[in-house]
């Protein structure tokens, strides 16, 4: 997976922007204002490509258990965010695509209702 595929499956989600809130190497995904991905450009500059993502609170400790790749990130919330380190090539393409879909998923149904129904189409 390269930045532009990450980029566009990104976009592709309903309400869905993008934007440089903190500094001009971190790249960041939100849904109508509230983030879900966070990418370190810096990082995949340097072939360490890696993605910061919300995740259930129970899951994000499954997750840390099972992969090596996927363990607390800086900066963030330990309980509600893992980081997935997408360069060592230990996860498929396809798990971390259904990552990005979770964290997209925790933030929608954090909403208020009328912009979550928007967004799910109710």
């Not at 971190?26 to 983030?35: A, I, P, Q, S």
């Not at 309980?79 to 396809?94: C, D, P, R, S």
């Amino acid at each position: 997976m390269n930045i532009e595929q990450l980029r566009q499956y990104c976009l592709n989600k309903k309400a869905t922007t993008e934007g440089f809130p903190f500094d001009d190497s971190t790249l960041v995904f939100k849904v109508l204002g509230k983030m879900f991905v966070i990418v370190p450009l810096d990082q995949w500059d340097r072939g360490e490509a890696s993605i910061t993502l919300k995740c259930d609170t129970d899951y994000t400790v499954e997750l840390r258990e099972q992969f090596e790749s996927i363990y607390a990130g800086p900066y963030v919330s330990n309980k509600h965010w893992n980081t997935v380190a997408i360069y060592k090539g230990e996860l498929q393409a396809q798990f971390i695509l259904e990552l990005i879909d979770h964290s997209y998923m925790m933030v929608v149904k954090g909403l208020p209702k009328k912009q979550r129904d928007t967004i799910l189409g109710k």
